[in-house]
């Protein structure tokens, strides 16, 4: 099979307008969650990712009637036909978010068996908070043979999350919908995928309320009907466009975000040097000069996500000064900065914390993607650096962006996907 790399000559300015595609977090939990109605439903604005594609393959064999509309980025999915509740690890293990099916055919059947999820490498990420959901609402769990199985009597009931949890709040938000009685989550995340989500959920017949705070009240129903809806922008690629115009001290319009889901990033930049500008669904970022070091440490929304640390933290290799970087959410995700360190970055990294002494310039090399946003991250080095940058594994990078080379291209970047040698 052939393989591809991403190559990218340096130092080009980026100039002019782009636009977001929809968000892959919310994406990757509302076509799961269709399997909770009885009715066709229409999701739009989905963004062609690779993750995306693969949720479309796992439908099918459920027994659901797809229609997958790639240059209309619509999918309708008729779940009446749904004649399964197992997803093999043969698909479960090409994604992360592969664990929403578990929420999403416990809610509707009382029974799914789910193949361990796969997804990038970026340290410990347990499932056990949705697990403690599940049994909580009256799930019995069990494991082996890679699979993982719940089943059992769905009753509404109060579940505290030990941490606050994405994933688990919109697992077991999903399983809620259809339980017997009210159901409290407390502790529960509040991204704006998990409000999408919940608004989702609501335009098909479900009753919750309270998403966007840490106390989400559920009171479930007996059944869901079909609806249309369209996910939000893409919160991690709006940033992630953000700091590649910084980063190559430039001058991009991004339409089609929402500037309120970006503020703890445009914060930062904003005490870095960098010009911000929101109207309506638009943000513009400028630079004509060096920027400063900072401090960043990544929280829980609303804070500093950590999806953008690392992109941002490519930024920083070039800042004046010193700047700090501390990983809250994840244990292992600066992999990225050893890939750098072959470009001229300067970087120590102690624990959870990197130290990145800024650099005039990064040098052009060979350098591997080993994650969806550390490959992000190499590409605005890249951006950044003097001469030819080859970023390989961008399978990697293709599971979040959709089409970043042909939208980084369109604002002046020398970027292209070729194959290997």
Same mark, same amino acid.
Do not use: W
């Given at each position: ?17 782009? !636009?977001v595609? +929809?968000?892959? &977090?919310?994406?990757?939990? =509302? ?10 439903c ?10 995306i ?9 459920? +027994?659901?009637?797809?229609?997958y509309?790639l240059?209309?980025?619509?999918m ?6 749904? &004649?399964?509740?197992?997803v093999?690890?043969?698909?479960s ?12 055919l416990?809610?509707r059947?009382g029974?799914a ?7 990038? %490498?970026?340290?410990?990420r347990?499932?056990d908070?949705h697990?403690? +959901? ?5 799930a019995? $769990?069990?494991?082996?043979n890679?699979?993982?199985?719940l /089943? ?12 606050a ?8 938000m999903?399983?809620?919908?259809? %339980? ?5 989550? $407390? ?6 995928h998990?409000?999408? =989500?919940a ?8 009753k ?10 559920? /009171? ?13 922008p ?19 319009? #991004? ?48 804070? $500093? ?5 690392q ?5 920083l290799t ?10 809250n ?5 600066? /992999? ?8 001229g970055? /300067?970087?120590t990294?102690s624990?959870?914390?990197?130290? #990145? ?9 060979? =350098? ?14 890249g ?5 030819i ?6 399978? $990697?990078?293709?599971?979040? !962006? ?20």
């Amino acid at each position: 099979m052939e393989t591809y790399r991403i190559s990218i000559k340096g130092e080009n300015s980026l100039h002019g307008e782009t !636009y977001v595609s +929809g968000g892959k &977090n919310t994406s990757l939990a =509302v076509i799961p969650a269709v399997i909770l109605c009885d009715e066709p439903c229409t999701i739009e604005n989905l963004p062609d990712i690779e993750d995306i594609h693969v949720l479309y393959r796992i439908l099918c064999h459920l +027994g659901a009637k797809v229609d997958y509309n790639l240059e209309k980025k619509r999918m309708v999915i008729d779940p009446s036909t749904v &004649n399964s509740v197992t997803v093999p690890y043969s698909f479960s293990q090409q994604m992360r978010a592969s664990y929403y099916l578990m929420g999403a055919l416990f809610g509707r059947f009382g029974h799914a068996e789910v193949g361990y999820p796969g997804g990038c %490498a970026i340290g410990s990420r347990p499932i056990d908070q949705h697990i403690k +959901g599940f049994t909580i609402l009256g799930a019995e $769990f069990s494991e082996g043979n890679g699979m993982l199985c719940l /089943k059992g009597e769905r009753n509404g009931n109060a579940v505290n999350f030990d941490m606050a949890t994405v994933g688990g709040t919109i697992n077991v938000m999903l399983a809620a919908c259809r %339980a017997k009685g009210n159901t409290i989550l $407390f502790n529960a995340a509040r991204e704006p995928h998990v409000v999408d =989500v919940a608004n989702f959920l609501n335009s098909m017949g479900a009753k919750i309320r309270g998403a966007g705070t840490d106390t989400i009240r559920i /009171k479930g129903v007996n059944r869901l009907h079909g609806t249309s809806y369209s996910v939000i922008p893409d919160q991690i690629e709006t940033g992630t466009l953000m700091i590649a115009a910084a980063a190559t001290r430039g001058d991009v319009l #991004i339409r089609g975000c929402i500037p309120t889901h970006m503020e703890a990033l445009t914060a930062k930049l904003l005490e870095m040097g960098v010009y911000v500008n929101s109207v309506d669904d638009c943000i513009r970022v400028r630079l004509n000069k060096g920027h400063r070091a900072i401090r960043i440490s990544t929280q829980e929304y609303p804070g $500093f996500p950590t999806d953008l640390q690392q992109p941002m933290s490519a930024l920083l290799t070039r800042a004046n000064g010193n700047s700090e970087v501390t990983e809250n959410i994840f244990d292992n995700r600066f /992999k990225h900065l050893d890939e750098m360190r072959r470009m001229g970055a /300067k970087v120590t990294i102690s624990g959870r914390v990197a130290y #990145i002494e800024g650099v005039p310039e990064l040098r052009g090399a060979p =350098v591997n993607a080993c994650d969806l946003r550390g490959g992000a991250a190499l590409v605005i080095a890249g951006l950044m650096a003097k001469g030819i940058t080859q970023v390989y594994n961008p399978d $990697f990078i293709h599971r979040g !962006y959709e089409r970043i080379e042909d939208k980084l291209r369109s604002l002046g970047a020398d970027i292209r996907l070729e194959a290997c040698d």
